[in-house]
């Protein structure tokens, strides 16, 4: 089975802060995803990675950054926390198939800034 | 029904009873779709995926079904059950240079009841 793991469940960071979300798979999947999810909204990518050292911006990339040193770790970075990122961040990864291909998601990662 | 500010439209059945969940998808060139069950506390899950060319798609107690002429996706539930109890969503992926980005729609709260 395709596991995606995210380093936290639940975090807690002052305005402000930098912080990072980590996402660990373990399929040897060449894309990778960060989503946030907040209520009513459904899921907004905000950057995805489709190979090492490599990334594109998606919906909402503004206050966030990312980084992928290694095929299995995708790492989204809050360069400043603010209020307006508190919400749940969901990592994915899936297959480069043409034509498009499920996606398998972590647990997600609560963050709230305070 | 359509979502109204932060509310999840929602969908209550009795157990036993089929449910039909829908999904409009919003661009023509989607190629894929994909629906994901979201339980409490979870990352999404993988139900069932189709393709542009079928109309069609069953998998075990549920069917998707594509109508492009409309661009209107439904998963139908067989005989639903209190664990079928989850947020569901419609994903659509559209080929060129980001085929293996999906896109959600802001998702249907399913609840069942005993």
Redesign the interface.
């Known amino acids: 089975d395709v596991k ?1 793991t995210q380093s936290s469940r639940y975090l807690v960071k002052r305005t402000g802060e930098k912080v990072f979300l980590e996402c660990v798979q373990d399929m040897d999947h060449e ?1 990778m ?1 960060w ?1 946030r999810q907040d ?7 905000i950057y ?1 990675s ?1 190979d090492v050292k490599m990334k ?1 911006k ?1 919906d909402i990339p503004e206050g966030y950054s990312v980084s992928r040193e290694k095929k299995e770790r995708f790492s989204l970075i809050l360069e400043s926390a603010s209020t307006n990122q508190t919400s749940m961040y ?1 990592c ?1 990864s ?1 297959l ?13 990662t609560r963050l709230t800034v305070v | 029904g359509e979502s109204v500010g932060l509310h999840l439209p929602t969908l209550s059945v009795q157990e036993g009873d089929n449910s039909i969940i829908n999904c409009a998808y919003s661009n023509s060139a989607s190629d894929y779709f994909i629906w994901y069950k979201q339980e409490s506390g979870k990352g999404p899950q993988f139900i069932i995926d189709i393709r542009s060319n079928m109309d069609k798609r069953q998998g075990q107690r549920v069917t998707v079904l594509l109508n492009k002429t409309v661009k209107h996706l439904s998963l139908q539930i067989a005989a639903t059950q209190p664990g079928d109890s989850a947020v569901y969503f419609c994903a659509e992926n559209f080929g060129g240079g980001s085929n293996y980005k999906l896109t959600f729609g802001k998702g249907t709260l399913l609840t069942v009841n005993p």
Do not use: C, D, K, M
């Open positions: 995606v894309n995803f989503y209520p009513g909204l459904g899921l907004r990518l995805f489709y594109e998606g969901l994915a899936s480069p198939r043409t034509g498009g291909t499920e996606a398998f998601f972590g647990q997600g």
